[in-house]
């Protein structure tokens, strides 16, 4: 596997300053094609698995963490609050406070549940210098987050929902799961206390992973502190372990922020939430991609997906043309002019773009192009409009195959 901050700055896909600070990466124009492209995906396959999403401000006031808890439980991670005209708001550590008080903010009936809201959004995580790197280790996160206010009853199909989402997630990307873990409460201060709440949301996480047939070990001391979780670790080159997306069955936030629904025997019910991540952080997300695929992304991720490669200067304005095709048909394309070297170095250039066109004079006279892939095959020549169709199709399946 390759070394995600290597490649980042080689591909120029991220970087970092340090008048921004340490921690706080920047996404170059290529990398954010990928973030783009991956955002996408993500918001429309939870469109697709019903759930709205919502935008929730990056800050809150510290009150808000104090109620959810994270004030008591994970402040050593949280930045210092800032004080301003005399109350003191914070960076939030994460998103589900905003998405309680969003429940909480209309009178819930049963017929709304499950309802799924969804939000990629800002948090803030204090890591000390020492550990920051590349898109790992960072201060800035932009989370793949959801929370699913639900009936007890409905726990176990919305769990099962949000790991078929990550197994479709997986496999889109080409990327594996290194294992499954499910994390309980370890000793120690962190976890809320109500044993009976943790034992029932720890079973209903078992009973899912045992219906659908996923191995996994179970760990003490890396639950979150309001309930346990699903973990799916991803590994690096070195299998030093890291959490890419989660599943958690929470009682006590809930309880915290008061919530409730009419249910339909007329009665005020708690609801329970599920939080879940598909992708957890973009950054490591794109981290991990960049390690497994060395920068060659599946098509559908790739910074440019087309190269169009006129042979001589003769067909720079055949090149042009198919470029803005390309563009005006939603692919990302870039020409790779003859200033740039020889053919031969342009190829070797463009070598992780997964379509390269080559235009010289026959196919510019017959509005063709010789295509290369890649993997090193070389369909014969094509027309024009061929290729943008298929790389379309290709790209709109979000599959890891090339050309099928
Ligand atoms: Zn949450």
């Not at 008048?19 to 996408?40: I, N, T």
């Not at 003191?88 to 709304?112: D, F, G, K, T, W």
Request: with cysteine; hydrophobic share 45%.
């Amino acid at each position: 596997m390759h070394d995600h901050r290597r490649l980042g700055r080689e591909l120029d896909l991220f970087d970092t300053d340090p008048l921004m600070g340490a921690g706080l990466p920047y996404w170059l124009p290529d990398g954010a094609a990928v973030r783009h492209a991956l955002e996408s995906y993500i918001r429309e396959s939870e469109r697709r698995a019903g759930y709205r999403h919502v935008h929730s401000p990056v800050l809150g006031k510290r009150e808000l963490y104090e109620i959810s808890g994270h004030w008591e439980h994970y402040s050593e991670d949280m930045f210092p609050p800032m004080d301003l005209g005399g109350e003191q708001v914070v960076l939030r550590p994460s998103l589900c406070p905003h998405h309680a008080l969003i429940y909480r903010s209309r009178a819930r009936s049963h017929r709304e549940l499950p309802l799924r809201l969804a939000e990629l959004g800002g948090m803030y995580r204090a890591e000390l210098s020492g550990v920051l790197g590349g898109l790992t280790r960072v201060r800035s996160i932009q989370l793949n987050d959801a929370h699913i206010f639900c009936s007890l009853d409905q726990v176990a199909e919305e769990a099962r929902g949000a790991l078929a989402l990550i197994r479709r997630a997986y496999e889109a990307m080409g990327i594996e799961a290194a294992r499954y873990r499910l994390s309980l409460p370890g000793a120690g201060g962190k976890y809320v206390t109500d044993p009976a709440m943790w034992q029932r949301a720890g079973a209903l996480l078992v009973e899912v992973l045992e219906a659908e047939g996923i191995p996994y070990e179970a760990q003490e001391g890396e639950a979150a502190f309001y309930g346990p979780k699903i973990d799916v670790q991803i590994a690096d080159g070195a299998g030093r372990e890291a959490t890419l997306s989660t599943v958690q069955v929470d009682f006590h936030q809930p309880a915290r922020f008061d919530l409730s629904y009419i249910g339909a025997d007329g009665a005020k019910h708690r609801p329970v939430m599920v939080h879940r991540a598909v992708i957890g952080s973009v950054e490591r997300a794109v981290a991990h991609l960049i390690e497994v695929h060395g920068g060659a992304f599946p098509a559908w991720l790739a910074p440019v997906q087309v190269a169009v490669l006129p042979v001589s200067d003769a067909e720079l304005p055949q090149a042009e043309e198919l470029v803005r095709r390309c563009v005006e048909a939603g692919l990302r394309a870039e020409v790779a002019a003859p200033v740039q070297g020889t053919l031969g170095a342009r190829i070797r250039a463009a070598r992780l773009v997964p379509y390269q066109a080559v235009i010289g004079p026959a196919e510019a006279a017959g509005d063709q192009v010789s295509v290369r892939l890649r993997d090193g095959r070389r369909p014969v020549a094509l027309p024009a409009a061929e290729l943008i169709a298929r790389v379309g199709a290709v790209v709109g399946a979000q599959g890891a195959e090339l050309w099928p």
